[in-house]
């Protein structure tokens, strides 16, 4: 069976929800303040924090799930909860590679204060939203009822 829309985009939500919780509620245990990613993505665009917070929901909910689904799920190797996390894995490496330096941020987060926990952070936050996507949109595409 081949992955269908809806279940993407659940399981997108989800692993958006729980990164975005992590953001702003585990980094800061681990970096002294929350991974401000609303304010990022606003300051980015030249908008408001509240813009940012919907960028990042469209895109981790909508766009990111769709392109997993149908465009890279049968490409990628292993079961879905494999698949998804090569996939947030990937764009962990988009995020420090392109996003962060056009957000002022760095190549590899270089100018954060805590350079190596920022990076640790946004790695485990993309490793968990890939794997909450793949886990649930293959829940779905093996005929589980989600």
Request: proline share 5%.
């Amino acid at each position: 069976m081949k992955p269908r829309l809806m279940q993407a985009i659940i399981g997108g939500l989800a692993g958006t929800i729980v990164m975005t919780l992590m953001m702003y509620f585990v980094a800061p245990m681990m970096m002294g303040g929350p991974m401000d990613i609303a304010a990022m993505l606003g300051d980015m665009m030249g908008m408001s924090d509240t813009v940012g917070m919907i960028v990042h929901f469209v895109l981790g909910a909508v766009a990111f799930p769709a392109v997993f689904a149908f465009v890279l799920w049968d490409k990628l190797p292993g079961d879905p909860w494999m698949k998804g996390l090569v996939f947030g894995l990937a764009l962990y490496v988009v995020a420090q590679v392109v996003v962060m330096p056009i957000a002022g941020a760095g190549m590899l987060s270089a100018n954060h204060p805590d350079q190596m926990m920022a990076l640790l952070g946004s790695l485990i936050g993309h490793a968990i939203y890939g794997l909450i996507l793949g886990w649930w949109l293959g829940k779905g595409v093996a005929g589980e009822a989600v």
